[in-house]
């Protein structure tokens, strides 16, 4: 029988789409990043299950759409429900780490989690037996402070104080975890999910200036772009240097790594040729990097323009593990096994999302989008028109009728979203320490 593939899926936090140099970034940020796609796969039209953190998440974990969960209204979970009863992933609810736990697969999280604070939730609920990381959505890098000041670094759910640079300790916690897993039969799963390049922004160079104004919380500065670049690299470094030791442990040719980010890229980011960022259903908001790397499976120099969705992934893991779904949570992210195999092929994806925030929805099929914002309606070709600039609802009419239509549908088979959710009616630089 063939060994079964070590997984890791990487996962940034508030990545553009064009940010790395392998979408068209115009910024050398990212070489490690970069060569996992030359020597892999590319996709070009892959899409975040949401344009905020935690949402996507919650789609994430459980390979089904997030609105199936209480917790994904919030848009997203904030430092201010620490202690909720309601507000994060149910230890209930199978998680594809679960699923691969059960399976014989040794599991981790290192990195961010916002999916609930203990004792109701966390990732050692949910199917990882280590974890190391914040659980809130974003922290300072060197204090590891949430955005109401309570420190925010755990090791398992014991609150652990250490120092460094946040990317740099990630990084670091990887790589000794994939150094003691050679040592093991068994195969693993790592997800590593970076803060970067999340604010607040800061590099390794800023440690004096954030002890200085520590006790101004994610006021450091207002960042600038050579930050922000800063901050990709910093997290590319660790991924090269991860990638450095499974292939100095033999362990990289059936290793399947996965890259994407959680949401479209925020006030630095690059996002071109794509329009609007986080918080929008716009391209800008949803669309984002899709690496995928494996030697023993995937041919080098692959782009696939397949329509693919982050809870996708998770299915995909679980395909490539050879595991099951659990028989009562049917999974509604697809498999994407066909298309690592074989770069050109294709399958009907239809997409489909909603959005508290502006009374937002969007559909896409095929070429076409389907977007609502503020109670206006939009069509748009994007094989003709990426940048969203052509609405063409009036001059397709029918075809805005049935890409509506493929909305309601699929929403009237979703839950509500409940009348007392704490949503986020608004964004601006002055409300992200509430994000």
């Known amino acids: 029988m063939a060994k079964r593939p070590n997984l890791i899926f990487i ?4 990545l553009g789409y064009a940010d790395l140099g392998c979408y068209g970034g115009r910024v050398k940020v990212s070489p490690a990043l970069d060569a996992l796609a030359a020597h892999g796969l590319r996709f070009t039209q892959g ?5 905020v953190c935690s949402p996507t998440r919650f789609a994430m974990i459980t390979a089904r759409y997030q609105y199936r969960l209480r917790g994904a209204a919030e848009e997203p979970i904030s430092s201010k429900s620490r202690g909720d009863l309601r507000l994060g992933l149910p230890p209930e609810h199978p998680t594809f780490p679960s699923l691969l736990k059960d399976s014989g697969y040794r599991t981790a999280l290192i990195g961010k989690w916002h999916l609930g604070y203990p004792p109701n939730f966390g990732p050692l609920r949910s199917g990882y037996e280590e974890f190391f990381g914040p659980m809130a959505g974003g922290v300072d890098y060197f204090t590891h402070c949430d955005s109401r000041g309570v420190h925010d670094l755990w090791v398992g759910h014991e609150l652990r104080p250490e120092r460094g640079y946040l990317t740099d300790l990630i990084s670091q916690r990887a790589i000794d975890y994939v150094e003691r897993m050679a040592q093991q039969d068994a195969p693993f799963l790592l997800s590593l999910h970076y803060t970067a390049p999340h604010w607040p922004w800061e590099t390794r160079d800023d440690e004096a200036l954030a002890q200085e104004v520590k006790d101004n919380l994610f006021h450091l500065h207002g960042g600038n772009i050579h930050t922000y670049h800063t901050m990709i690299r910093h997290m590319d470094e660790g991924i090269g240097q991860l990638v450095g030791a499974l292939k100095r442990l033999n362990q990289l040719d059936n290793t399947l790594i996965v890259f994407t980010s959680d949401n479209g890229g925020e006030r630095f980011s690059d996002n071109w040729p794509l329009v609007g960022g986080k918080m929008d259903l716009t391209e800008g908001g949803i669309r984002v990097p899709w690496i995928a790397h494996w030697p023993a499976v995937i041919a080098p120099q692959q782009v696939s323009a397949q329509h693919c969705l982050t809870m996708d992934w998770s299915a995909t893991l679980l395909e490539a593990a050879g595991v099951a779904p659990h028989p009562d949570y049917p999974l509604d992210g697809v498999s994407l096994m066909p298309v690592l195999r074989d770069a050109t092929h294709r399958f ?3 997409m489909h999302w909603r959005m508290n925030h502006r009374g937002q929805r969007a559909c896409r099929i095929d070429d076409w989008k389907y977007l609502q914002v503020d109670g206006h309606e939009y069509l748009f070709n994007l094989s003709q028109d990426e940048r969203e600039r052509a609405n063409l609802a009036s001059r397709e009419p029918e075809r805005l009728g049935q890409l509506r239509q493929s909305w ?11 009348s007392d959710a704490l949503v986020s009616l608004g964004y601006s630089v002055k409300d992200m320490p509430q994000r």
């Open 47 to 51: 899409y975040a299950n949401s344009p």
């Open 408 to 418: 309601l549908d699929w929403e009237a088979g979703m839950p509500p979203i409940p």
């Open 11 to 14: 996962v940034a936090d508030d």
């Open 348 to 350: 009907q994806r239809p």
